[in-house]
């Protein structure tokens, strides 16, 4: 047996409507539970079975969503601001589904970024314990080179004496602009600029390629978002 929920509820989650909305719906007989017109919003459904139509359009209650976001520079990795577009906002489902961040990406990163409502896989992803791997693509005004690479790999000193864990450094390109990939085992706040920022550099563009098993969808445009696939949301619950 599943979770019972609300006839009502169970409309308005799965963006049928307003609450007030959906009740209406129910009083004009619109809604069917199991091949019959049921004139209750409060009838509790047990979400796992019921067969709700909405006039002809099957309803199947979905109480967990999963996306992948490319987050744009510019919106906050938050659900709600008083003065930015959040990257909740961006996911246009129309559902009422309680979406959150997996992390935080800073306001000027973009790249991946889990939006779900499933606070279990997200507590494990973010436990400090569990030292989730997370890649990102950066470009550094200076030049990187091999020194950066070991001491990255020796673990570093931050400026609030928080040591990091061993990263793993890769120079793509070294030059006045140099161009990296990052991967760190932990999810300090601005951990990546810090990390350059001990090593006397600057990080100029900071996108994230992967957390976990999850990559991001190159075929997503800035701003863009999709379901996670079975296969990802398998991988990533491992
Ligand atoms: N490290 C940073 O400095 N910023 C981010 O947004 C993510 C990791």
């Known amino acids: 047996m599943g979770a019972l929920v609300r006839l009502d509820k169970y409309l308005a989650d799965m963006g049928a409507g307003t609450r007030s909305e959906v009740k209406e719906y129910i009083r004009k007989g619109?809604?069917?539970?199991?091949?019959?017109?049921?004139?209750?919003?409060?009838?509790?459904?047990?979400?796992?079975q019921a067969e709700v139509y909405f006039d002809s359009r099957c309803i199947e209650y979905e109480a967990l969503e999963y996306y992948m976001l490319n987050k744009p520079a510019g919106v906050v990795s938050a659900t709600t601001d008083k003065h930015c577009k959040t990257v909740v906002e961006l996911i246009e489902t129309g559902k009422n589904k309680d979406l959150f961040p997996v992390g935080r990406l800073d306001k000027d990163t973009e790249g991946l970024l889990l939006i779900t409502n499933d606070g279990d896989l997200a507590h494990r992803l973010l436990s400090p314990k569990k030292h989730v791997p997370k890649t990102y693509y950066a470009h550094i005004k200076?030049?990187?080179?091999?020194?950066?690479?070991?001491?990255?790999?020796?673990?570093?000193?931050?400026?609030?004496?928080?040591?990091?864990l061993p990263a793993r450094l890769v120079i793509k390109k070294a030059g006045e602009v140099s161009e990296v990939e990052v991967t760190i085992y932990e999810g300090k706040f601005h951990q990546v600029k810090r990390m350059f920022e001990a090593v006397g550099k600057e990080v100029l563009y900071l996108k994230r390629l992967s957390m976990g098993d999850l990559v991001l969808d190159e075929n997503l445009i800035l701003g863009g978002y999709r379901k996670l696939t079975e296969e990802e949301l398998n991988r990533l619950k491992g």
């Not at 619109?30 to 796992?48: A, E, F, H």
């Not at 990187?144 to 990091?164: A, R, Y």
């Open 30 to 48: 619109r809604i069917t539970v199991g091949g019959k017109v049921v004139k209750q919003p409060d009838l509790k459904l047990d979400i796992s």
């Open 142 to 164: 200076g030049k990187v080179d091999e020194e950066d690479v070991i001491v990255f790999h020796s673990g570093i000193k931050l400026e609030d004496d928080f040591t990091t």
